[in-house]
């Protein structure tokens, strides 16, 4: 079976850093762009980053640029969220998602808690 899990998640002071993230298994994790997604309390899920199945190319939200880096190690079948300069408003629930390029989830982690305090 499909699972995605993460791992990393905690409460960190505004500037501050943290890395995620996110094991698979039951896929072949190559084949599938994977992305970070966060819902932040009161919000819906909105897109972070992603990255494709090479690592050729990656995509981050405008927030996000230029603090927060997406990779992947596909011999250890993970993907990382390097997020540095946090702030209060990257606080929220983060969740690692395996798709397609239709645009197809092919599997959700149950994602990890980033609290960010100023």
């Known amino acids: 079976q499909v699972q995605l899990v993460e791992f990393g998640g905690g409460s960190v002071q505004a500037g501050g850093s943290l890395t995620l993230s996110c094991a698979a298994s039951g896929l072949p994790f190559s084949t599938y762009t994977m992305g970070w997604f966060l819902q932040a309390p009161g919000k819906e899920r909105e897109f972070v980053a992603t990255?494709?199945?090479?690592?050729?190319?990656?995509d981050y939200a405008d927030s996000v640029k230029g603090r927060f880096t997406i990779s992947r190690d596909n011999a250890k079948n993970t993907v990382y969220l390097q997020m540095n300069a946090l702030k209060p408003e990257d606080t929220g629930i983060y969740s690692c998602?395996?798709?397609?390029?239709?645009?197809?989830?092919?599997?959700w982690g149950q994602g990890t808690r980033v609290t960010v305090s100023s």
């Open positions: 990255i494709t199945g090479n690592g050729g190319s990656t």
């Open positions: 998602r395996a798709g397609v390029r239709s645009g197809l989830t092919i599997a």
